[in-house]
């Protein structure tokens, strides 16, 4: 065991004395170098955390080769979708969880954002299409997608960003109740919490994409982009 408990408390009573107050921002940084806050930050985080169902069984297939390509294609991908918006502060994989925070202040941003996760629900089917071509048992994911004003800190050692709020936290749980089943599950895969569809509604009330679940404060749909499911349509299905 390397670590010194000495050189901790010291760090840690450091940490304890510092006298700066949360700033509010309107940027979330994204470099050490533009990282001036000492204690953390306050601002709009959009979050879209991405759940693959019943992993348990994808796991539990003998063949392990099915299993790595599967969780690799559908991962990897995911990532690639994520990192395609400047709006992405931060992403990560999480067992088999997918996630990205998002700066979004204002409308137009939660747009993108929820563009992120349209293009993400039509991707799943095109992992499908090929999953099914290859022999490979289907798989699907539940996206949840939110927003909040959260307080975000910064370790000093790594400089990991830390989000302390409701943004991770309600997307994660809607992420879980989506392309389900049962009781008090959704079986449309996007989930919006009501803070984030009420930035979107205008977009939203031109074709009623999105609908209120069963009188709770989420909203779903199974919301594609049109142009990616026409390529998908022509170059993909068998």
Not at 70 to 91: H, R, V
Not at 95 to 100: A, F, I, L, W
Not at 157 to 186: M, N, P, Y
Request: charge should be negative; include cysteine; proline fraction near 1%.
């Amino acid at each position: 065991m390397n670590y010194n408990y000495k050189e901790g408390k010291l760090r840690v009573e450091q940490i304890l004395r510092l006298n700066s107050e949360i700033e509010e921002v309107a940027v979330i940084p994204k470099t050490k170098d533009e990282w001036t806050h000492k204690n953390g930050i306050k601002s709009w985080v959009a979050a879209i955390v991405v759940n693959l169902r019943d992993s348990n069984k994808l796991i539990n297939i003998e063949d392990e080769i099915q299993v790595a390509k599967t969780i690799k294609a559908y991962t990897s991908e995911i990532i690639e979708i994520l990192s395609g918006s400047e709006l992405l502060f931060e992403k990560g994989i999480r067992g088999d969880t997918v996630y990205g925070l998002f700066n979004a202040t204002s409308d137009e941003e939660a747009n993108e954002v929820l563009d992120i996760a349209e293009w993400t629900n039509t991707y799943m089917k095109m992992l499908n299409e090929l999953l099914e071509q290859n022999g490979y048992q289907k798989v699907n994911a539940g996206i949840g997608v939110s927003m909040s004003k959260d307080l975000i800190i910064r370790t000093p050692k790594d400089h990991e960003k830390i989000v302390v709020g409701r943004a991770f936290f309600d997307a994660d749980h809607l992420s879980k109740l989506t392309s389900r089943f049962g009781h008090l599950t959704c079986e449309q895969p996007i989930a919006l919490t009501k803070s984030f569809y009420d930035k979107i509604s205008s977009r939203n009330d031109k074709g009623g994409l999105y609908h209120k679940y069963y009188g709770i404060d989420i909203y779903v749909g199974d919301v594609i982009n049109k142009e990616y499911y026409n390529w998908i349509d022509k170059h993909t299905k068998l």
